[in-house]
């Protein structure tokens, strides 16, 4: 049986980048923000978040991670604004 990954002492994060090398080092998740070392920056221009949840269809969790199905349809799930070239749809 292939290796899986998962949550468990063998198979968890620590092991992630053994089957996805960039989730070596400071590409994993979660990330650990130092708030004593963030630094405001006033050029960053402000961005939104909007979110239907009537433009969820289906969802399909398998144990181990969640497929979501959308059809948003008349923009109401979008990200706006900040460094974003134009707007992006949830699909």
Not at 30 to 41: A, G
Not at 49 to 54: F, Q
Request: net charge neutral.
């Amino acid at each position: 049986m292939a290796k899986e990954w998962g949550y468990a002492s063998h198979n968890g994060p620590d092991h992630w980048h053994e089957l996805y090398p960039i989730a070596k080092g400071d590409n994993q998740s979660p990330i650990e923000l130092h708030t004593k070392d963030i630094k405001h920056d006033p050029s960053l221009q402000p961005w939104s978040a909007s979110y239907d949840p009537g433009s969820c269809k289906s969802i399909l969790n398998n144990g181990k991670t969640c497929r979501v199905v959308f059809d948003d349809t008349f923009d109401r799930s979008m990200l706006r604004g900040g460094p974003l070239t134009g707007p992006y749809r949830l699909r």
